[in-house]
């Protein structure tokens, strides 16, 4: 993500089994307010889902911002989450360490617990607390490779940028 990419408004895309839904707030001050929404039905939800209409996804996804109201969503810039039960999280325990040595150690102790291997996934972190014995508790979130590439390719082919 640029600095130019956070100076700018973002709406939220959430894709689901069998809509897709647009958001975009508008902040006045220190409170925003629903500027865009829309709910757009998959044409062919089955298809859309096991990824063999990605044109149908494509266009649905432009047409959410299209028939948004009560505006028309003004903004390429996208945030979008994956599938709750596509992804994976957990809490782990790791002794402390500084932050080069948590980036090898965390994916290798992650692996131990995700469903997934370290090349079929996406692993991200965050620590979260020291304990008082002084080891870390990290929040690990882990998504398959094939799925976040999916979304990066079909949210960019909608002529969007993911944030």
């Known amino acids: 993500m640029t600095t130019e990419t956070l100076n700018n408004p973002i709406f939220g895309l959430d894709i ?3 809509t897709i839904k647009a958001a975009q707030v508008k902040f006045h001050g220190d409170r925003a ?3 865009a929404a829309s709910i757009v039905d998959l044409p062919d939800p089955k298809m859309v889902l096991t990824k063999k209409d990605r ?5 649905s996804i432009k047409k959410a911002t299209l028939l948004s109201k009560p505006h028309k969503i003004d903004t390429k810039y996208v945030a979008s989450a994956l599938p709750e039960s596509k992804a994976y999280s957990d809490i782990i325990t790791l002794p402390q360490m500084d932050e080069e040595e948590l980036k090898t150690a965390v994916p290798f102790e992650a692996a131990k617990h995700m469903p997934l291997t370290l090349e079929e996934s996406y692993i991200d972190f965050s620590p979260i607390e020291i304990t008082k014995d ?3 508790k990290i929040l690990v979130v882990g998504a398959p490779r094939e799925l976040v590439d999916f979304y990066r390719e ?4 909608a ?4 944030v």
């Open 159 to 162: 002529g969007m940028e993911l």
């Open 134 to 136: 002084k080891k870390i």
């Open 154 to 157: 079909i949210i960019s082919k």
């Open 16 to 18: 689901g089994s069998y």
């Open 55 to 59: 044109r149908g996804l494509i266009e």
């Open 33 to 35: 307010e629903l500027y």
